[in-house]
């Protein structure tokens, strides 16, 4: 698994597909937490949304860089369909945690806050629960389930506005409500770590789905 998932960032790193959406992470990141004196919290909460959007691109990106006959051959090498699927979502999560960083350094930067460890690990578990979210309408959305990129990007966003705007169902806009309304980090700092959880089992559920689906069709 390891040489799999080394293979498939190289092959992201060579295509340069990243550079997009790492740059629309960045510039979203200037551009909601420029200036900014508030809690931390709520920075955090602009950081993990920035991150919704840049995982379900750089998911799409990644599983869409093979065609079906290379893809077919790396699947007889790694040895199975799921194999391959885990690899692409565990490089997916691996690309996400320099994003992690940055989102965690660039708003003390671009701001004015005071740093404690509480917000260090809220910032860590905000910006994960939102790529495990992101990597799984990602995956639901590839050409593993669509053939038509058109209808996989107009699901995205179908899927996006969801997650962000169905209140009390997903766990990315219980997060976001959680993060607006805190005094502090260390006050939400329990409810994030559920909502992590709960967002590891909706990817293990749309990875399910995608392995399914995509099995049937070859």
């Given at each position: 698994?390891?040489?799999?998932?080394?293979?498939?960032?190289?092959?992201?790193?060579?295509?340069?597909?990243?550079?997009?959406?790492?740059?629309l992470f960045v510039g979203l990141l200037a551009v909601l937490t420029s200036s900014d004196s508030g809690p931390l919290a709520a920075t955090y909460g602009s950081a993990a949304g920035g991150m919704l959007v840049?995982?379900?691109?750089?998911?799409?990106?990644?599983?869409?860089?093979?065609?079906?006959?290379?893809?077919?051959?790396?699947?007889?090498?790694?040895?199975?369909?799921?194999?391959?699927?885990?690899?692409?979502?565990?490089?997916?999560?691996?690309?996400?945690?320099?994003?992690?960083?940055?989102?965690?350094?660039?708003?003390?930067?671009?701001?004015?806050?005071?740093?404690?460890?509480?917000?260090?690990?809220?910032?860590?578990?905000?910006?994960?629960?939102?790529?495990?979210?992101?990597?799984?309408?990602?995956?639901?959305?590839?050409?593993?389930?669509?053939?038509?990129?058109?209808?996989?990007?107009?699901?995205?966003?179908?899927?996006?506005?969801?997650?962000?705007?169905?209140?009390?169902?997903?766990?990315?806009?219980?997060?976001?409500?959680?993060?607006?309304?805190?005094?502090?980090?260390?006050?939400?700092?329990?409810?994030?770590?559920?909502?992590?959880?709960?967002?590891?089992?909706?990817?293990?559920?749309?990875?399910?789905?995608?392995?399914?689906?995509?099995?049937?069709?070859?």
């Amino acid at each position: 698994m390891i040489a799999l998932v080394r293979y498939l960032f190289t092959v992201m790193l060579l295509s340069q597909r990243y550079l997009a959406p790492l740059l629309l992470f960045v510039g979203l990141l200037a551009v909601l937490t420029s200036s900014d004196s508030g809690p931390l919290a709520a920075t955090y909460g602009s950081a993990a949304g920035g991150m919704l959007v840049c995982s379900v691109w750089l998911t799409m990106g990644l599983i869409g860089l093979e065609d079906q006959t290379h893809r077919s051959v790396v699947v007889v090498t790694a040895g199975s369909h799921l194999r391959v699927l885990l690899g692409s979502v565990g490089t997916a999560a691996l690309w996400c945690l320099p994003l992690t960083a940055a989102g965690l350094v660039l708003p003390l930067l671009f701001g004015s806050h005071t740093f404690t460890f509480a917000d260090a690990v809220l910032g860590t578990e905000a910006q994960l629960t939102c790529a495990f979210t992101g990597i799984a309408i990602g995956v639901l959305c590839s050409r593993l389930v669509f053939r038509r990129q058109g209808y996989a990007l107009l699901l995205a966003l179908v899927l996006l506005l969801a997650v962000l705007l169905a209140k009390g169902v997903s766990p990315v806009n219980v997060l976001l409500g959680d993060l607006q309304n805190a005094t502090g980090s260390a006050d939400v700092l329990g409810s994030t770590t559920v909502l992590l959880a709960i967002s590891a089992g909706v990817l293990a559920a749309a990875v399910t789905a995608t392995h399914a689906i995509s099995v049937r069709r070859s």
